[in-house]
């Protein structure tokens, strides 16, 4: 009887190190954006792998646009490239993230535009 105990423990310990060691930030996030007045909301899939992210956004016409960026510590800052009638245009994103909350908060600007605004994102898990 000690060999199926000890087997469905050390099991237990194993998922349990396996879901401690996922990536914060892996996953779908909700944005709300306010920028120069404007709101928005989106939505990032984002796969953390050490301290790179890398994923997908949604532009404002539904189209999936590659995003990359950084994670250190609790700072992030992550962009993707869209466009605005015609007019190509790069996202940033640089926040901070409350991981117990699954909220990142911080401020995100609009290149070559020069504008900018606040945004929030929580997470879809």
Known sequence: ???PLLF???A????AALAADKAP???TWKTHSSIAG???DGECTLTQTDNDLTGTCKTSDGKDAKASGKVD???????????????PLTIKYEGKLD??????AGTVTVDPFGVGGDFSATSAK
């Not at 237990?12 to 998922?15: C, D, K, N, Q, W």
Request: aromatic share 8%; no cysteine; glycine share 10%.
């Open 73 to 87: 510590g609790d700072k992030i800052n992550w962009s993707f490239d869209s466009d605005y009638n015609g007019t």
């Open 1 to 3: 009887m000690r060999t």
């Open 99 to 104: 991981a117990a909350a699954g909220k990142i």
């Open 8 to 10: 469905v423990l050390l």
């Open 25 to 27: 930030l892996t996953g």
């Open 38 to 40: 404007n709101e928005s």
């Open 12 to 15: 237990s310990t194993a998922v």
